[in-house]
């Protein structure tokens, strides 16, 4: 995974600009932490990547729209030629980044500002210190993080097509599934959320349905007249399943999540054929008893499936396909 991509990049005609990303502490809007971090790449990591002609990449600065955030990162830890960590703060998320490049043996490099005092680990490989505060240790910061960047540059241009660093599969093969997990989790939280409300609202109508008819019996209420409701639920249900199929074919496409995908929108739109019978059945139905039963015995169906969809939407539970 880690070959194929890689080793596409380092043809001749695809050196003037390699890729750089940058595991920083962010922080919130206007926080601390997040004007630090910008000075930072701004005066710092930017300078030199351009210097050393890698394209930075931070993941607030260059989103990718409708994305996952987390699948995002890991898939630039997989991807990116270099791996330029700020170890100031510590920072938990940059500290599992940084284990996550080191344990693909892909090149990183340590950006720490003075003071900072490193773990063990990380201590002992080398780091590039800083300080913002002096003018002169900008400059040099800057030509040293250029120096070691062009290095790697270096690395990557002459590097043999069969020497590109391979992933073992093991770790590949896990690294891929989390970052599958990444990018379905909060898509899948939306549609059980999506399924769970669709299923309160189906519950209330067939309620109203039973309690209508034992009461009112044998005036009941015409079932035809719960037709509209059933229907508002049955399009609200159309536009998210539409919804979840644009996903499916931009955000899983290029990994094996598709399949799995595509499972829980083929059960969708079995859900949603059976609400169109369901409309069709009250629309022939009388008033009598057994249509009543009928008619709940349906709704209940497809409450059943509709848990069953929400059931499946998490992505440990994901059948094989």
């Known amino acids: 995974m880690v070959g194929r991509k890689l080793q596409s990049k380092t043809s ?14 962010i922080g919130a809007r206007n926080s601390q932490i997040r004007k630090h971090a910008d000075c930072l790449l701004n005066r710092v990591i930017g300078p030199a990547m351009r210097k050393a002609r890698f394209r930075a990449r931070r993941i607030d600065k260059h989103p990718i729209p409708g994305g996952s955030i987390p699948a995002e990162i890991v898939n630039a830890l997989l991807d990116s030629h270099l791996c330029v960590a700020v170890l100031t703060g510590l920072n938990p998320n940059v500290m599992i980044e940084v284990g996550i490049r080191h344990a693909w043996d892909l090149p990183i490099l340590h950006l720490a500002e003075d003071g900072t005092k490193l ?3 990380i201590a002992s490989r080398e780091t590039v210190f800083y300080n913002l505060r002096s003018t002169k240790r900008i400059r040099e910061t800057v ?54 409300a669709t299923c309160d609202e189906l519950r209330k ?28 639920i049955s399009r609200t249900l ?20 598709r ?23 009250l629309q022939d139905a009388g008033s009598g008893e057994a249509d009543f039963k009928k008619a709940v015995s349906t709704v209940n169906s497809i409450v059943e499936k509709a848990e069953s969809i929400e059931n499946i939407c998490q992505f440990d539970r994901l059948p094989s396909v």
């Open 238 to 257: 159309r536009d998210k399943t539409d919804v979840y199929r644009e996903i499916v074919h931009t955000q899983h496409k290029r990994n094996g999540a």
């Open 143 to 196: 030509n040293e993080l250029t120096r070691r960047s062009e290095i790697i540059r270096a690395q990557w241009e002459h590097m043999p097509p069969d020497r590109v660093p391979q992933v073992s599969k093991l770790f590949a093969d896990s690294m891929r599934r989390l970052s599958e997990k990444y990018l379905l989790d909060p898509v899948l939280e939306a549609k059980r959320n999506a399924i769970r």
């Open 259 to 281: 399949l799995h995908a595509e499972l829980i929108l083929e059960r969708l739109r079995q859900l949603q054929r059976d609400f169109d019978r369901l409309i069709r059945q």
């Open 205 to 232: 109508i067939v309620e109203l349905i039973e309690t209508d008819f034992e009461r009112n019996r044998p005036d009941a209420k015409p079932l035809e007249d719960f037709i509209d409701q059933f229907a508002q």
């Open 12 to 25: 001749s005609d695809t050196h003037s600009n390699l890729d750089a990303f940058i595991a920083s502490p």
């Open 119 to 121: 773990p063990f680990d």
